[in-house]
């Protein structure tokens, strides 16, 4: 995963998260173990973070409204790898909730779907699902997830007030994106490229949101990467995202504090023009929205440019997937179905926007963003909907990441170490944690 704190990229999109809460001691079996009242009772485990509480209880609301005849009774789990633990634990032993909320990609593939998940092919809905989405709840050519939240992207934040008042366009390719920071240096009015070091997990946007150019270029690296080979020193597409972090340096279009701002500088600063364009992830513009909110409709997003205009687009982390595990059976099951197919439809995406403001597009065709959502999310949605316009980042594709990816983009990001001995350096860096997970060729 991407590591940001916390770890879940869903749960840091939260503007608060909940203290921990103790597991609850019932087990699922006893959770509406029988009907109540002639009504079917279920259960469903999320981790315990605000966002998604909140989210869980209002899809719940909604859902029971349009279904009397059944009740769902939320329980929480820890986040992180104690949460892990807990719903592996819970589907090896037959005492999962009826329905489960999780992550997507790598994560979803450790819970071995095809003997502990209810496959969901035969549901109407399936064919809704984004192509991207489905990819990442798809195991042995089964889809087993409906999408529980949106998509959320690494992207150029840019500000739309310094574009304006310098007549620039927004760039589709690498060398557009450069002269458009040549000018915006030679103005002297904001930075044009913001970096965040101080938080070193902000460094590495150039390198993990460029992945769409580098499916691009070559749709099979994250296979080939997967299987050792494949290296991002020897892959000039890959290459690419370490140099643009040595050009950006090398260029002085940094802001002068990019050594030791923070996180919470970069969201100011872009909101409020002190600098032209923030790698970041889309889940920043929660927090703008919050802290800046008469600014946050100044900031709008564009994806990291490459070589070729043809095909710009953009790099998307997948939302987490609602799940049925294979002990969820008889009258719970058909209610569980229900639940699903409510989350997947333009009315679940609907309760799911009036708990959480969406960091990105749904991932259910026919769901809309609402009106109000910041103009950067309304940005993505024309990559999402356009075909080949959006690609997976390489973390849902394969589950090789080095640790020390953050450290690295920093070196490379701040001169201090160039761009193709960066990319070898990571590259060695990934060996040891593919060997760990017992990775063929490596």
Same mark, same amino acid.
């Given at each position: 995963?991407?590591? $940001?704190?916390?770890?879940? +990229? %869903?749960?840091?999109?939260?503007?608060? $998260?909940?203290?921990?809460?103790?597991?609850?001691?019932?087990?699922?079996?006893?959770?509406?173990?029988?009907?109540?009242?002639?009504?079917?009772?279920?259960?469903?485990?999320?981790?315990?973070?605000?966002?998604?509480?909140?989210?869980?209880?209002?899809?719940?609301?909604?859902?029971?409204?349009?279904?009397?005849?059944?009740?769902?009774?939320?329980?929480?789990?820890?986040?992180?790898?104690?949460?892990?633990?807990?719903?592996?634990?819970?589907?090896?032993?037959?005492?999962?909730?009826? $329905?489960?909320?999780?992550? =997507?990609?790598?994560?979803?593939?450790?819970?071995?779907?095809?003997?502990?998940?209810? *496959?969901?092919?035969?549901?109407?809905?399936? %064919?809704?699902?984004?192509?991207?989405?489905?990819? @990442?709840? @798809?195991?042995?050519?089964?889809?087993?997830?409906?999408?529980?939240?949106?998509?959320?992207?690494?992207?150029?934040?840019?500000?739309?007030?310094?574009?304006?008042?310098?007549?620039?366009?927004?760039?589709?390719?690498?060398?557009?994106?450069?002269?458009?920071?040549?000018?915006?240096? *030679?103005?002297?009015?904001?930075?044009?490229?913001?970096?965040?070091?101080?938080?070193?997990?902000?460094?590495?946007?150039?390198?993990?949101?460029?992945?769409? #150019?580098?499916?691009?270029?070559?749709?099979?690296?994250?296979?080939?990467?997967?299987? #050792?080979?494949?290296?991002?020193?020897?892959?000039?597409?890959?290459?690419?995202?370490?140099?643009?972090?040595?050009? $950006?340096?090398?260029?002085?279009? +940094? #802001?002068?504090?990019?050594? =030791?701002?923070?996180?919470?500088?970069?969201?100011?600063?872009?909101?409020?023009?002190?600098?032209?364009?923030?790698?970041?992830?889309?889940? *920043?513009?929660?927090?703008?929205?919050?802290?800046?909110?008469?600014?946050?409709?100044?900031?709008?997003?564009?994806?990291?440019?490459?070589?070729?205009?043809?095909?710009?687009?953009?790099?998307?982390?997948?939302?987490?997937?609602?799940?049925?595990?294979?002990?969820?059976?008889?009258?719970?099951?058909?209610?569980?179905?229900? +639940?699903?197919?409510?989350?997947?439809?333009?009315?679940?995406?609907? =309760?799911?926007?009036?708990?959480?403001?969406?960091?990105?597009?749904?991932?259910?065709?026919?769901?809309?963003?609402?009106?109000?959502?910041?103009?950067?999310?309304?940005?993505?949605?024309?990559?999402?909907?356009?075909?080949?316009?959006?690609?997976?980042?390489?973390?849902?594709?394969?589950?090789?990441?080095?640790?020390? +990816?953050?450290?690295?983009?920093?070196?490379?990001?701040?001169?201090?170490?160039?761009?193709?001995?960066?990319?070898?350096?990571?590259?060695?860096?990934?060996?040891?944690?593919?060997?760990?997970?017992?990775?063929?060729?490596?």
């Amino acid at each position: 995963m991407f590591d $940001v704190p916390p770890r879940r +990229l %869903g749960a840091f999109a939260a503007a608060a $998260v909940a203290s921990a809460l103790a597991l609850t001691a019932c087990s699922a079996g006893s959770l509406g173990s029988s009907d109540e009242g002639g009504k079917t009772a279920i259960s469903l485990l999320v981790d315990n973070a605000e966002a998604t509480v909140k989210t869980a209880e209002q899809v719940v609301g909604d859902f029971t409204a349009k279904n009397p005849d059944i009740t769902v009774k939320v329980e929480t789990r820890p986040q992180g790898t104690e949460g892990d633990n807990i719903v592996k634990t819970r589907l090896s032993t037959g005492d999962m909730s009826d $329905v489960f909320i999780y992550n =997507s990609g790598s994560l979803f593939q450790a819970l071995k779907p095809e003997q502990n998940l209810v *496959a969901l092919d035969d549901q109407s809905y399936v %064919g809704q699902l984004d192509a991207n989405f489905k990819t @990442t709840v @798809t195991a042995g050519g089964k889809v087993y997830g409906a999408p529980f939240g949106t998509f959320m992207g690494g992207a150029v934040l840019y500000n739309r007030k310094v574009y304006e008042r310098l007549g620039l366009q927004v760039p589709k390719t690498w060398s557009e994106f450069m002269a458009n920071n040549a000018k915006i240096k *030679a103005d002297g009015k904001a930075a044009p490229v913001i970096q965040t070091y101080q938080e070193t997990w902000t460094s590495q946007l150039f390198i993990l949101g460029d992945f769409h #150019n580098v499916s691009a270029a070559d749709s099979a690296f994250a296979e080939k990467y997967t299987k #050792n080979q494949a290296k991002y020193a020897t892959t000039p597409a890959a290459l690419e995202g370490f140099a643009h972090l040595q050009e $950006v340096f090398d260029a002085g279009y +940094l #802001n002068k504090d990019f050594a =030791s701002a923070k996180y919470e500088d970069g969201q100011r600063m872009i909101a409020l023009g002190e600098g032209a364009h923030y790698p970041m992830l889309t889940a *920043a513009v929660a927090n703008i929205a919050i802290n800046n909110p008469d600014k946050v409709n100044d900031v709008g997003l564009f994806a990291l440019p490459g070589t070729d205009a043809a095909t710009n687009g953009l790099t998307v982390w997948a939302p987490g997937g609602a799940y049925i595990p294979a002990s969820t059976s008889g009258a719970k099951l058909e209610a569980a179905r229900k +639940l699903l197919a409510f989350i997947a439809s333009p009315d679940g995406c609907t =309760s799911q926007a009036k708990a959480s403001p969406p960091t990105g597009p749904f991932a259910v065709k026919g769901c809309e963003l609402p009106a109000d959502v910041p103009q950067s999310i309304k940005d993505m949605q024309p990559y999402i909907d356009r075909e080949g316009g959006s690609s997976l980042a390489l973390e849902f594709l394969s589950p090789v990441k080095g640790p020390s +990816l953050e450290q690295i983009c920093v070196e490379v990001g701040s001169g201090i170490r160039k761009a193709p001995d960066g990319a070898a350096l990571y590259d060695r860096d990934v060996e040891k944690q593919a060997q760990q997970l017992g990775l063929p060729g490596w």
